[in-house]
């Protein structure tokens, strides 16, 4: 395809993702489904051009007041992610002079909200929570992409077993540095032909979701519930930590985000896992379990604002009524998921937000609130997990995981004991 007409592809895609009326992802493959004749460092070029505008919105929106044009088109040129070379073959010579100018500009002269591209009510608590040196390395990250992160089945497969059958294949995958089923990829090598993933032995799952489940500690035998299992990520992990044994209940009330869950409990070779769709958090089947279960998962529904460097529009499609409004949804979830365990069961409250209001905030308020719960200590917990490093993820008592700090997605777990 010619530059220009590719550029002027991505104005239009820009146009529907920067509507913000349904997630950046889901646009994008739909578009690429529309436009099937382009190829794939065209649609790469188109999709990265995307992510960098929906990173940098405030600061490209501000820099782009100065030329003339479509504005998408405009921020196409100044996020293009297809290389220098195709993008003078589509400049006009006016734009490319703009270019040169906006080129020029002093970035750390901008003002801060040009520079940390975030709305304001979501700068604030994290400047206040981590103080100005920290708040900076955090936004940085948050620009950064994230890399691949892999899950072992332990059930088929060993750690080390797996990473030689991906540098067979040419993939060079890391051992992660905290969780003990973990490997890390660099770029985004296709895996599913891959007889490590056709067999089972491999799933995409960051370490962080591997961390919660790691927290879970789910063992043999046991009866275990996923309450907000979704498609099942944090699910598959536990059934492969209970060796198959023991039943494990994956609630959610999207009946459709557990048909995902399907093709990958048929690869994960698990037979201990009942999916079923619930109507809410107070559904009869919660009643008639109540009391029975010695491990319960809440992850709950949250803003995702953990998980920026994978979905860039989430901090311009959330807002602090959403958010208000999730922490009702949060309290309702947790209070309902506890009447399931057993006394002496485990219970685990996770997010994947950065923010105090969907983390802190509810642990503290349903630990005041039911003293029959005994706080446990995170770091303690994770390290009988063998996990490597655990009181370095660890704030308050509470997982407290950070992408500028520790390399994953932002993710938040508070961890009780009913008292037996
Ligand atoms: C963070 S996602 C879960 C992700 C999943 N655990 C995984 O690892 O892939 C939160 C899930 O909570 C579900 N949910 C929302 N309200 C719920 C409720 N009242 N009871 C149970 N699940 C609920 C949503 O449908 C969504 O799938």
Not at 40 to 61: D, F
């Amino acid at each position: 395809m010619h530059p220009n007409a590719l550029l002027d592809l991505c104005a239009e895609l820009l146009r529907s993702v920067l509507k913000f009326d349904a997630p950046a992802d889901g646009v994008v493959s739909a578009f690429f489904r529309k436009n099937k004749a382009l190829g794939q460092r065209e649609r790469h070029a188109l999709a990265e051009t995307t992510y960098a505008v929906l990173r940098q919105k405030p600061l490209l929106q501000s820099l782009a007041q100065s030329g003339s044009g479509p504005l998408e088109r405009r921020l196409a040129i100044l996020a293009w992610a297809g290389g220098d070379a195709g993008l003078k073959g589509a400049l006009k010579p006016q734009e490319q002079e703009w270019l040169q100018q906006v080129r020029q500009v002093d970035l750390a002269s901008l003002a801060p909200k040009l520079r940390h591209n975030m709305p304001e009510w979501l700068a604030e608590p994290l400047l206040a929570r981590l103080g100005e040196e920290e708040f900076w390395a955090l936004a940085a990250s948050m620009n950064e992409g994230a890399p691949l992160d892999l899950r072992v089945n332990t059930l088929k497969a060993k750690r080390e077993d797996v990473q030689a059958q991906l540098k067979a294949a040419g993939i060079d995958a890391q051992t992660m540095p905290y969780s003990p089923w973990g490997l890390r990829v660099q770029g985004k090598p296709a895996l599913n032909k891959l007889e490590a993933f056709t067999s089972g032995a491999l799933e995409v799952q960051d370490e962080g979701s591997q961390l919660l489940a790691l927290a879970l500690d789910a063992k043999r035998s046991e009866m275990v519930v996923d309450f907000c299992a979704g498609a099942g990520g944090k699910t598959l992990a536990l059934g492969a930590a209970m060796r198959n044994t023991g039943r494990l209940y994956a609630f959610d009330v999207s009946g459709h985000r557990l048909e995902s869950l399907k093709p990958r409990l048929a690869r994960s070779g698990l037979s201990n896992v009942y999916p079923a769709q619930i109507a809410h958090e107070r559904d009869d089947r919660i009643k008639r379990l109540s009391g029975k279960i010695d491990r319960v998962l809440v992850d709950a529904p949250c803003s995702g604002l953990g998980t920026l460097r994978r979905n860039p529009d989430l901090k311009w499609r959330q807002s602090p009524q959403a958010v208000a409004e999730l922490q009702v949804k949060q309290r309702a979830i947790l209070d309902s998921a506890a009447r399931l365990l057993k006394p002496g069961g485990r219970l685990v409250y996770a997010t994947c937000s950065l923010l105090e209001a969907e983390n802190e905030e509810i642990a503290r308020a349903f630990g005041e609130a039911h003293p029959d719960f005994v706080p446990l200590d995170a770091a303690a917990v994770l390290e009988k997990a063998h996990v490597t490093q655990a009181a370095g993820l660890c704030e308050q008592g509470f997982i407290r995981l950070w992408p500028h700090r520790h390399r994953v997605d932002g993710f938040f777990a508070a961890i009780w004991e009913r008292k037996a």
